[in-house]
């Protein structure tokens, strides 16, 4: 199915399929040993022009949107879904430029990542504010022309490798969440620095870190949005960029289901190839129906999203539910029907497992996503009465 894609789209899904088949995948596994950044495959994405796809065109970017970020997601993950986040994790820490940004903001800082000259990052998480993104306890105070940060932020995407961070810090405690403000930080600014680089169970091609910052100066243009509206940048944030996690989980998935099909019709057992077995044809048949229902609801919702729907916030998070849900069923099963060769490292349905994890918890648990529906449903539902 292509869901009515525009030939600039169908073009976007051929050229991220060319460079996953031939210089992803060919290194996918020795970067998933070594744990290494890929910087030679952002080198390839950058000179494709695939860096600024969301971006609009009068920052060099490609103009598109949503929908051609996640078709380019979802093309590189059936390979890969680890190399490739340095695209969608750049997206993440790129959105609240886009959405909140000053036209000098967006003028210094999209041209640079549309040029492929530097990744981005967001930096929201800290050890003791995950889900609870409220809680935040860095805190940036006002001296003069200038913001001083102090504070931790954990288990950044692009951590290290991004010149870029979108980060979220408290102006005024007492405030709750309504005295969170975000800030554009570069890498280099004195008084910012990196801690300990994760060692991951999956996606351990991307690189994530810490961000520490001891009286870290920065000036008070970095401000994004106005003082106070940190907050609702990062759920603003979040509601953009979950359909891209959600392409991702679909990517891993669609790439563990087109293995489990091609290995079924050359595995024999009894006599047979095993994809002439009813129980492998349901399992099959169950993996490519999840697939397909995902990649409806994340195009649909993309869709809205560029076409400046609002209320877009329960939808998001569903696709970023049901997408991850399905890619850890998918590749569990996939390696089942592998059977033992797919409990081994020489077959890549062992790493779309471990990969798959991680989209059911990062840019909020999968138990925050239904919090972030239900709440959404009771609250349409209060404004039809
Ligand atoms: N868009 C606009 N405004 C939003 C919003 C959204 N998507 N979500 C919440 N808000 C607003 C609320 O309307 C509320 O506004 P008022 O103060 O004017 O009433 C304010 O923000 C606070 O909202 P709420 O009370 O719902 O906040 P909570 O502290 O209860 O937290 C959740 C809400 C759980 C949804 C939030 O903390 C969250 O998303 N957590 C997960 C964070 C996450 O994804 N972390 C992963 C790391 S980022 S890679």
């Given at each position: 199915m292509e869901?009515?894609?525009t030939d600039?789209?169908?073009?976007i899904v051929?050229?991220?399929?060319k460079?996953a088949q031939?210089k992803?995948?060919?290194v996918?596994?020795?970067?998933d040993?070594s744990?290494?950044?890929?910087w030679?495959?952002?080198k390839?994405?950058?000179?494709?022009?695939l860096m600024?796809?969301?971006?609009p065109?009068q920052y060099?970017?490609?103009?598109g949107?949503v929908?051609?970020?996640?078709l380019?997601?979802e093309e590189?993950c059936?390979?890969?879904?680890g190399?490739s986040l340095?695209?969608?994790a750049t997206?993440?820490?790129t959105?609240?430029?886009?959405?909140f940004?000053?036209?000098?903001q967006k003028n210094?800082?999209?041209t640079?990542?549309t040029?492929?000259?530097?990744?981005?990052a967001?930096g929201?998480?800290e050890?003791?504010?995950?889900?609870d993104?409220?809680a935040?306890?860095t805190t940036a105070?006002?001296?003069?022309?200038?913001?001083?940060?102090?504070?931790?932020?954990c288990?950044?995407?692009?951590?290290?490798?991004a010149?870029i961070y979108t980060v979220?810090?408290?102006?005024?405690k007492?405030k709750?969440s309504r005295g969170a403000?975000?800030?554009i930080v570069?890498?280099?600014?004195p008084?910012f620095?990196?801690g300990?680089?994760?060692?991951?169970?999956?996606?351990?091609?991307?690189a994530?870190c810490e961000?520490?910052?001891?009286?870290?100066?920065?000036?008070?243009?970095?401000?994004?949005?106005r003082?106070?509206?940190?907050?609702?940048?990062a759920?603003?944030?979040?509601d953009?960029?979950?359909?891209?996690?959600a392409a991702?989980?679909?990517?891993?998935?669609?790439g563990?289901?087109?293995?489990?099909v091609?290995y079924?019709?050359?595995?024999?057992?009894?006599g047979?190839?095993?994809?002439?077995f009813q129980?492998i044809?349901h399992?099959?048949?169950d993996m490519?129906?999840?697939v397909?229902?995902a990649?409806a609801?994340?195009?649909l919702?993309a869709r809205?999203?560029?076409?400046?729907e609002k209320d877009?916030s329960?939808i998001?998070?569903?696709?970023k539910?049901?997408a991850?849900?399905t890619?850890?069923?998918v590749?569990?099963?996939?390696?089942q029907?592998?059977?033992?060769?797919?409990?081994?490292?020489?077959?890549?349905?062992?790493?779309m497992?471990r990969?798959?994890?991680?989209?059911?918890?990062?840019?909020g648990t999968n138990?925050i996503q239904?919090?972030?529906?239900?709440?959404?449903?009771?609250?349409?539902s209060?404004?039809?009465?």
């Amino acid at each position: 199915m292509e869901y009515f894609f525009t030939d600039e789209q169908k073009m976007i899904v051929e050229l991220a399929k060319k460079i996953a088949q031939e210089k992803i995948k060919p290194v996918r596994q020795q970067y998933d040993e070594s744990g290494e950044f890929p910087w030679e495959i952002v080198k390839e994405l950058a000179q494709a022009d695939l860096m600024g796809l969301y971006i609009p065109q009068q920052y060099g970017g490609f103009g598109g949107g949503v929908v051609e970020l996640c078709l380019a997601v979802e093309e590189l993950c059936k390979v890969d879904g680890g190399i490739s986040l340095s695209l969608a994790a750049t997206a993440l820490g790129t959105f609240p430029i886009l959405l909140f940004g000053t036209d000098e903001q967006k003028n210094k800082y999209l041209t640079r990542i549309t040029k492929g000259e530097c990744l981005a990052a967001f930096g929201l998480t800290e050890p003791e504010a995950g889900s609870d993104a409220g809680a935040t306890k860095t805190t940036a105070v006002k001296d003069g022309d200038h913001y001083v940060l102090n504070g931790t932020k954990c288990f950044i995407t692009n951590g290290g490798v991004a010149e870029i961070y979108t980060v979220i810090a408290m102006t005024d405690k007492a405030k709750g969440s309504r005295g969170a403000s975000a800030f554009i930080v570069e890498k280099g600014t004195p008084g910012f620095t990196f801690g300990k680089k994760e060692d991951k169970m999956g996606i351990r091609a991307s690189a994530t870190c810490e961000l520490i910052f001891q009286d870290c100066r920065i000036p008070k243009e970095n401000l994004l949005g106005r003082e106070g509206a940190g907050f609702i940048v990062a759920m603003k944030t979040l509601d953009q960029s979950r359909p891209g996690v959600a392409a991702q989980a679909l990517g891993i998935a669609a790439g563990a289901l087109d293995e489990a099909v091609e290995y079924s019709k050359t595995r024999k057992q009894f006599g047979h190839p095993i994809s002439g077995f009813q129980a492998i044809q349901h399992m099959l048949a169950d993996m490519a129906t999840q697939v397909e229902a995902a990649r409806a609801l994340i195009y649909l919702t993309a869709r809205a999203i560029d076409n400046k729907e609002k209320d877009i916030s329960g939808i998001s998070a569903m696709c970023k539910l049901f997408a991850s849900d399905t890619a850890m069923k998918v590749t569990t099963d996939a390696v089942q029907i592998f059977g033992g060769y797919g409990y081994m490292k020489e077959y890549p349905v062992e790493k779309m497992m471990r990969d798959a994890k991680i989209t059911q918890i990062y840019e909020g648990t999968n138990q925050i996503q239904r919090n972030v529906i239900a709440l959404d449903l009771i609250k349409k539902s209060a404004k039809k009465k």
